[in-house]
């Protein structure tokens, strides 16, 4: 069975840094798509960063290059580092990935690491 899990998350003040990691486990042939999301309370999930199946990386607009997604094919690991954070960016991030698993293809979320910027 598939599981992701995110890690990293906690409280930082305005301008602190956070990086978060999600590791994917089980039979995993391929991993197809990679993006991080979010969900701030009383808002809907909003998609923050990924890769392009062509391995670029995409950044929501508004994150003005302060996030940076990477990842180790490796260790089946996407990390993604947050700079200059602000009390807006507190919500609870979320990791998907489209892949290939011993059940075939499917997408996978983890179950969420929280983040909370004080100001």
């Known amino acids: 069975q598939v599981h992701l899990e995110e890690s990293g998350g906690g409280l930082v003040q305005t301008g602190g840094s956070l990086r978060l990691s999600c590791v994917a486990s089980g039979k995993i042939f391929s991993i197809n798509h990679i993006n991080w999301y979010r969900q701030a309370p009383g808002s809907q999930r909003e998609w923050v960063a990924g890769f392009t199946t062509t391995g670029y990386t995409k950044y929501l607009d508004s994150l003005e290059a302060r996030f940076i997604i990477s990842k180790d094919d490796a260790k089946n690991t996407v990390y993604l580092q947050m700079n200059s954070l602000k009390p807006e960016d507190t919500a609870v991030y979320y990791c998907?990935?489209?892949?290939?698993?011993?059940?075939?293809?499917?997408?996978?979320w983890g179950q969420g690491t929280q983040v909370t910027v004080s100001s």
């Open positions: 998907n990935m489209f892949l290939f698993g011993q059940r075939g293809r499917a997408d996978y």
